[in-house]
């Protein structure tokens, strides 16, 4: 029993001694702005490292709150942007049963013109030094985001993301005048948010720093071979596309037995992708042979050749069959060429070309579509009770065949499309139905 005591006191005596030593703290106990001030910071923390909470004159304070509470490593801060006179009040931080609580007073715009500001709390404003929006790093190498702040009273400088996600990475290094990355790679290419809060006042301004990482060009797919083989056919046509990323984008350049292709060529960008487009006519089989695309930037080229060799064109499709049809969809089933000797394995077909228009239209729109083992290719959001022409083609790695005979299928109108989908939703009852019953016997 005597030694149950003594152990109780010393719990005792170790929980009074870590409440003493534990405390929070405010950056400000008394603020006076005016609406015209720029966004400024409290910032609250516990020397003991536990988690505060933050409420003002309306309520508990959070992430989405005005004012927004943000967490940083020197502590949990209240963020205020575009503070109005309303906002004056008291604004506490708890941690257990301790707070304390800062007083803000909000003047209006007119009441601050002239000598208004408190003494002691001269302001040098802050300013962003040899800061620019856009900077560059290469791959690979250890990159400084230069921001520099000037002014103020030794202001504290944070940096996050744009979406205000935590850099929490160890290749990330605040320094004197920026953030050390360490190792940059293309993936480090995004928005920062240099943030420098002035201490006396809390006065806060920040800058968007967009890091460009510049690298040679590489391939986009993680599949690459430095040659691929293409096919292609007498009268019929051959793409060639050539894919990379790469920052600065590349500039694409083609030869064919070694002399540059002037023309026939197509680039295009999306966002950190660069393609080029070859296209070629088979006029005759002169055409055929190796052709090289290369991609180059100042950091480097990539290099790809594309063996064209000759391909057999494939037969159109047997037959069009309509599978089922509703007011806006005709489900088609496309009968598959019969192949014969003459045509390599490496030519079967692998996909199909449908076109489609109302009876009354001259245009065709088409739709690409690939080889489906349930021999289903539906054409969606159609005009119901409508009259359409169909017609399809075969595609295989050498190119497109003819297109078959026209088929004609009509939507169904409105009216019918309910009743058949009713019918529709009693099949699938019945099936849950079964399914249910087996479900319990198991
Ligand atoms: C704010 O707190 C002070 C004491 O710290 C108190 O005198 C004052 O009434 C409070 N103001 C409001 C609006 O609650
Ligand atoms: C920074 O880059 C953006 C586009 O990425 C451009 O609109 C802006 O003008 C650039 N700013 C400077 C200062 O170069
Ligand atoms: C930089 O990172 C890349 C991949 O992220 C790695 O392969 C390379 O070894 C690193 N270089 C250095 C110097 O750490
Ligand atoms: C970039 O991120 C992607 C996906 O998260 C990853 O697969 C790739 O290896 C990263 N690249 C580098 C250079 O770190
Ligand atoms: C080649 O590209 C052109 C333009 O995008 C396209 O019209 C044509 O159908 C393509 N040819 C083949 C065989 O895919
Ligand atoms: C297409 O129609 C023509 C004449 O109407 C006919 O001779 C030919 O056999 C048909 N082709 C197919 C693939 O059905």
Not at 94 to 119: A, I, R, Y
Not at 137 to 165: A, H, M, Q
Not at 331 to 359: C, F, N, W
Not at 389 to 409: L, M, Q
Request: some cysteine; hydrophobic content about 35%; proline content about 5%.
């Amino acid at each position: 029993m005597k030694y149950e005591i003594s152990w109780i006191a010393i719990l005792f005596a170790s929980l009074l001694a870590a409440k003493s030593t534990s405390a929070i703290y405010l950056s400000h106990a008394n603020l006076i702005k005016s609406t015209d001030d720029s966004s400024f910071l409290v910032t609250c923390r516990d020397d003991g490292g536990r988690p505060v909470t933050w409420s003002g004159p309306r309520g508990l304070l959070g992430a989405k709150s005005h004012p927004r509470v943000d967490m940083a490593s020197y502590g949990t801060s209240i963020f205020f942007q575009h503070v109005a006179v309303k906002d004056s009040g008291n604004y506490t931080c708890s941690s257990g049963s301790e707070q304390k609580t800062m007083h803000l007073t909000v003047k209006g715009n007119l009441d601050t013109s002239g000598t208004q500001s408190p003494k002691g709390q001269l302001k040098t404003p802050l300013t962003f030094m040899d800061t620019s929006p856009n900077q560059t790093g290469i791959e690979f190498t250890d990159v400084t985001l230069r921001c520099e702040v000037k002014g103020g009273d030794k202001p504290i400088v944070t940096w996050s993301y744009e979406n205000g996600g935590k850099i929490s990475d160890p290749k990330f290094t605040i320094i004197g005048d920026g953030l050390l990355i360490k190792n940059v790679t293309r993936n480090d290419s995004r928005t920062y948010i240099c943030k420098a809060m002035q201490t006396s006042t809390g006065d806060i301004m920040e800058q968007k720093i967009q890091l460009k990482v510049e690298h040679k060009p590489s391939f986009r797919h993680k599949i690459w071979v430095k040659t691929e083989e293409a096919w292609a056919f007498i009268g019929g046509e051959a793409n060639l596309t050539c894919e990379v990323y790469a920052e600065p984008p590349a500039t694409f350049q083609w030869l064919w037995k070694k002399q540059t292709v002037q023309e026939g060529f197509h680039n295009t960008q999306e966002g950190h992708i660069q393609k080029s487009v070859l296209q070629i006519f088979m006029k005759d089989s002169s055409r055929y042979g190796n052709y090289v695309c290369m991609a180059k930037n100042k950091l480097g080229t990539l290099e790809k050749i594309f063996s064209l060799q000759p391909g057999v064109q494939p037969p159109p499709p047997e037959y069009i069959e309509l599978r089922g049809e509703n007011s806006d969809l005709l489900d088609l089933g496309i009968g598959e060429p019969k192949i014969t000797d003459k045509i390599p394995s490496a030519m079967s077909p692998t996909g199909y070309r449908v076109q489609y228009r109302p009876h009354s239209d001259d245009y065709w729109k088409e739709k690409d579509y690939e080889r489906s083992e349930a021999n289903s290719y539906p054409l969606l959001n159609l005009k119901h009770d409508t009259d359409y022409e169909v017609r399809a083609a075969t595609i295989n790695k050498a190119g497109i065949s003819d297109y078959t005979n026209i088929s004609n299928f009509r939507t169904l109108t409105l009216q019918t499309a309910a009743a058949s989908t009713t019918f529709l939703t009693h099949v699938i009852a019945a099936f849950s139905i079964i399914f249910f019953f087996f479900g319990a016997l198991w």
